[in-house]
């Protein structure tokens, strides 16, 4: 185990809020609770040795904050050619949100070097042919209008290009039709370090326990209030009870099982369908040095929002990388370190249903899956040519990603469909929570939790609205009208983080 990894063994039976999952979801939770209510004792629980080693782990997910810079599948074009950039800016919005409450934690000594999670790396979107030139043209001019995305710059010259990321313009014929936008303020970020950092400062807190290789196997509703949480220490033959007045399911590929296990009305309907990530990883150093930019493309037909094909600069653990994909894979677990029964386990005659219509109505993404799953390291390498014409194979090598799970629900019209995002599924009485789904996830975990927090602490939100807005600044407000605050609040939270 790493000096950073965090792990304990502390168990409080009788807490206040029981957490489920030691990623970052459960540390932002967390933290924001305990400002509001110090007195409030919590447990923290975490099947993995240690905290952040499922999805919020470095080598897990993109690495990208989020902000709608660069991800194409934000800004969908319509039939008669116009770009909508709605989801765009609420996303933008929504990552703001978190740089916020990232500053706040700086100021107030919690985080106390933001270099070790966050890094200003430019984001680029990159097309190729009349198509996608055509598109991004259209996007560039629909987001160019809002002060969201003012210093987004435009390019269909390989040369300007290659001085924004040599790799794109490295042997590529100068007659090629292509177009990049570049925005210098985008973000990498670590948020296995982000969650490990926030935990210890939830562990150095009175009435915080964290226990870690401990597994939940139940979660039943207590007749007189709140819940039980059964749990089984890793070794043991015997498991323990925690009584709980809040508890909320955290776990990432794992929340779809544990919000069945409570049985809840409001979770009655979900399934999931698991998709795995690899990517490729560059082995030259000197190749890594010359690219400095994340870069994001169209997503194939069929594919998964997830699977928006990139070329990313990483810095993790301090040491700067080159990484190329996701290309998707299908394994029947829910998380990485997961149970082949996960998918099947997961079919209750609930959500049987809308997992069949998904079924039926996806065949182009079964298509698309299987394809990926043929794929060789050639085909691979070829996919990375689109972006690094240059590329050849024995500079990369390809590792395995998380594990994200899709979110199939119930829909009146068709029977099901795949949700994307993240989805708070709550109980009526707001005594318990879980989040589905996954991207953009921990880029805008702010907003989530703060949705959490409305939806199941609404006495303690109105009584801590001030509080509130002393660690989030815009809360309650929108920024998206507002250029002049927007500003002033980007300029404060980039200082904060050192990413101006």
Known sequence: ?????????????????????????????????????????????????????????????????????????????????????????????QFEQSKQFWAYLVEQGVIEAPEDFIRKVPHMSFVRGEDGVDFLSKRFEAMKEHHFFADMDYSENVGEIGEWAPLLAQGRAAEEKIAATRVDGGTDIDFGSLTQILINHLKSLDGVDLATETSVRDIDRVPSGGWKVRVRRDGDLGSEKIH????????????????????????????????????????????????????????????????????DTRVIDGKKSLLFGPFAGFSPKFLKRGSIFDLISSVKPDNLGPMLAVGRDNMSLTEYLYQEVVNTHTDRVDVLREFFPEAEEGNWKLVTAGQRVQIIKKDP?????????????????????ALLGASPGASTSVAIILEVLEKCFGDEVKAGSEKLK???????????????????????????????
């Open 413 to 433: 019209e068709v029977g099901g469909k795949l949700q994307f995002g993240t989805e708070v599924v709550s109980a009526e009485d707001g005594s318990i929570a």
């Open 244 to 311: 709980a007045k809040f508890v909320f399911i955290g776990a990432g590929g794992g929340s779809l099982k544990l919000l069945q296990k409570s049985g809840i009305r409001e979770g009655k309907g979900f399934g999931g369908f698991p998709v795995s990530g690899q990517f490729l990883v560059c082995q030259d150093e000197e190749i890594i040095e010359k690219h400095a930019a994340k870069v994001y493309g169209k997503a194939a037909v069929g594919a998964p929002p997830m699977s928006v094909p990139h070329l």
């Open 1 to 93: 185990m790493s000096k950073n990894q965090v792990s304990s063994s502390e168990l409080n039976n009788n807490p206040d809020v029981v957490l489920i999952g030691g990623g970052i979801m459960s540390a932002t939770l967390g933290v924001m609770l305990k400002q509001l209510k110090p007195e409030l004792t919590i447990q923290i629980i975490e099947s993995l040795p240690s905290v952040a080693l499922e999805s919020s782990h470095a080598w897990n997910n993109a690495g990208t904050g989020h902000a709608a810079l660069c991800e194409l599948n934000y800004t969908p074009q319509h039939a008669d050619g116009s770009v909508t950039i709605d989801k765009a800016v609420k996303i933008n919005e």
């Open 470 to 500: 002393a660690m989030v600044h815009s809360y309650g407000d929108v920024l998206a009208d507002d250029a002049v605050r927007y500003a002033a609040e980007r300029e404060r939270a980039d200082k904060a983080l050192k990413i101006l």
